[in-house]
């Protein structure tokens, strides 16, 4: 069964930063294509940045320059350090696995920030 736990979610001021993780279990997670979404209330949910199998990132235009992706493959762990926080990054932030057509999601994490 796969399984994607969030963490490191919270309350941070404007300016401030946060590093949210995401542990896999139930994959080869290596070969998961990773991301993070995120979905800010009465909206839709938007994609915030992807890291290949290969580490190849991209990210939202909101967040470029700001946020960095990364994962560490012997620990199943994909990282988003989000610096510089604004109050509109205020949102449940979404960790997502992807194998071909297969698709997992962890259950959110809070981020807010206070201006």
């Known amino acids: 069964q796969v399984q994607l736990v969030e963490s490191g979610g919270g309350l941070v001021q404007a300016g401030g930063s946060l590093r949210l993780s995401c542990e896999a279990s139930g994959v080869i997670f290596s070969r998961n294509a990773m991301a993070w979404h995120r979905q800010a209330p009465g909206k839709q949910r938007e994609l915030v940045a992807t890291i290949t199998s290969d580490g190849i990132t991209n990210y939202a235009d909101s967040v470029k320059g700001r946020f960095t992706i990364s994962r560490d493959n012997a620990k199943s762990t994909v990282y988003l350090q989000m610096n510089s926080l604004k109050p509109e990054d205020t949102a449940v932030y979404y960790c997502?696995?992807?194998?071909?057509?297969?698709?997992?999601w962890g259950q959110g994490t809070q981020v807010t920030v206070s201006s």
């Open positions: 997502n696995a992807r194998w071909f057509t297969s698709s997992w």
